[in-house]
């Protein structure tokens, strides 16, 4: 088998492994990002990450954490593919000659380039992943609140309720998530909003994580020859790799994601300049950061299995 084949065929297995595993985190993490700012005087949807935890599957069952998953599970092969296949052919192009390891600035040059290529694959599947992980936070909460200001004393309150319950739900799933967004929202162009942020994230989120990954295994192995790393080296290698990737862009996933969840018709933001800018005007420094906990929880493991997976499965091709 060549090598890719080999590439494709372990992307897409450790991406399958990071995903079952970190999928949960995830969804946290978007609901805790895309949570509108509340009032003042008023307490946010989510006061942390167990509480969202807490309220999402009190509402909908421990299923509300896989929640969106539909749709990076139907590309996971494509887009970890992509990811570790162009990561490949790129060092075969840095490789001065066959069988020479590379550098770690040669491993970081690699990884961003693979970032550049997920980035068109990420985008639109990561639209309509944050659209369903966060749509009960964002349905809920506005219409909850007016209601709430416009009912008289002893007023319908249970009605108020039930329409923010139903205005929770627009979304059947990730078809239909696609299939809006194609009809309501400019196209295929709709698909790839937030594309700058997207590419803001995994260009130089590459490129740190390979690097470190690379450099982790070469520190524990005591030099360029990691082909006799245990697996557990491995799992260790790759969970800080994951955190190294989160610790250098995490706000720019939080502009990402307040953008694809944004109204198309009436926005709140006109860019990923603007969302930044208000972001902080709103919420300060903490806003860039909103989720960064379920975030560096589900990297450290996530990412430990996909690496895992990933040379694992390579090995035995």
């Known amino acids: 088998m ?26 946290i993490k978007v609901k805790l990002q895309s949570q509108p700012t509340p009032p003042p005087g008023q307490p946010p949807k989510f006061a942390g990450a167990i509480d969202a935890v807490k309220q999402t ?23 970890n593919a992509v990811l570790f296949t162009v990561r490949g052919q790129m060092e075969t192009l840095l490789r001065s000659e066959p069988g ?12 961003a380039g693979a970032g550049v290529a997920v980035s068109f694959l990420a985008c639109p599947t990561e639209l309509i992943k944050c659209r369903l992980q966060a749509q009960s936070a964002l349905g809920t909460a506005a219409p909850a609140a007016a209601a709430a200001a416009a009912a008289p004393a002893g007023g319908p309150a249970a009605t108020a309720t039930v329409t923010a319950t139903a205005a929770a739900v627009k979304y ?10 194609l009809r309501s929202e400019g196209g295929v162009r709709g698909l790839f909003k937030g594309l700058v942020p997207t590419m803001a994230r995994e260009v130089p989120g590459n490129a740190v ?22 697996r557990g080296s491995l799992i260790l290698a790759g969970g800080i790799a994951g955190a190294a990737f989160w610790s250098s862009v995490y706000p720019t996933d939080v502009v990402k994601s307040v ?3 944004d109204d ?25 950061y909103k989720g ?12 430990g299995a996909c690496f895992l997976a990933y040379e694992v499965t390579k090995s035995l091709l």
């Open 57 to 79: 599957i009190a509402a909908e069952g421990p299923g509300g954490l896989y929640k969106g998953m539909g749709a990076p599970l139907a590309t996971v092969a494509a887009f």
């Open 172 to 181: 059947g799933g990730p078809m239909d998530v696609a299939r809006h967004v």
């Open 100 to 111: 020479v390891a590379l550098t770690i600035n040669q491993q970081v040059i690699a990884g």
């Open 209 to 230: 994580m390979f690097g470190v990954y690379e450099a982790t295994k070469q520190y524990m192995a005591g030099g360029q020859d990691t082909s006799e790393l245990g």
């Open 2 to 27: 060549g090598d890719v084949a080999k590439d494709l065929a372990a992307g897409t297995v450790g991406g399958a492994a990071q995903l079952v595993v970190g999928h949960p985190f995830d969804t």
């Open 264 to 288: 198309f018709k009436n926005p709140k933001y006109s860019g990923s300049i603007d969302a930044f800018k208000k972001i902080l005007a709103a919420d300060g420094v903490k806003g860039l």
């Open 292 to 303: 960064f906990g379920p975030a560096m929880a589900r990297s450290v493991p996530a990412n």
């Open 259 to 261: 953008l694809q969840v």
